[in-house]
């Protein structure tokens, strides 16, 4: 059996685990591993091992991490960060997201919690429509950073791609396209907010390029920050499997494609609405898979996990 170094868990690309799926994963910690679908082959099912010295970091990815708060006691003895979305849209865009001063509040103790460095904002997508213009987003970029000033040191912004998954939605949306000249207007108010309160700007996955106004092409699963995290060295390398600008570090993914009961309209992670209910529908918090069970036919492959010494030293003490 191949045997792997200590694995950064993503939780989730796919679908929001900690507002909708917390009381499952903290079982998946509690006994140690999970089983993954692969997106292609259904049949195909990876059995990822989550105990303390297999797991290098855990990037949780959330519009909402509200229901997760309560178990993070749980994950003492891991590292872990958040990507954090908070933008400024109403429930035409995001029909299920909490207020944003309520997201505000929320990210502000979370933050209070772990510590700036572990808690990362994303605002994301922009999106241009009549009903959020260019001064809609200045603004509204304006205040969030005035309020998470402190409380985070890195903004991840990108602009809307239209997926194959989200084309049917793009007619309802109303998009307007946007000329490179006023991506680099939008972009150079960011900046200039972010300065003005200790937050970074960086991209995720944009082929434009910003770096005369000191904005570089970012990570969201951030090899150096894990490694401030987490203590352990982590190759510079970028994930193949992801988009050509995507910066990402390789990661493994434990959620599932149309499981978001966020319901964004930009969601390119659902593409079947009547799918995500009926997923949802059969979740089970004490199943090894994030929805339903085994089947017949299914080949349940494990990926074993070999930590060097040095790394088990790492972990005979919980993380603060």
Known sequence: MEEYPPQIISASRR???PNHYAAWFMQRIK????LVRNARDRNQIRTIDLSPQAVACIAFWTKNPGPMIDFLKGLDG??????YTINAYGKDIE????PMTESVDRFRSLADTLGPDRVVWRYDPILINHSYPVGYHVESFNYLSRKLEGYTNTCIISFIDIYRNTIKHSQDLQLIDLDLETMRKIVANFVTQGQSHGIKIQTCAEPADFDDLNVSHGSCIDAARIERISGYHIPVTRDSNLRPYCKCAPSIDIGMYNTCINLCTYCYANYNEHLVHANYAHARSGSPLQIGQLEKGDN????KVKPSPAQLALFSEPKK
């Open 15 to 17: 679908t929001d685990i």
């Open 31 to 34: 006994e140690r591993y999970v």
């Open 78 to 83: 891991y590292s872990y960060y958040f990507l």
């Open 95 to 98: 029909p299920r997201i909490p």
């Open 300 to 303: 349940v492959i494990e990926r």
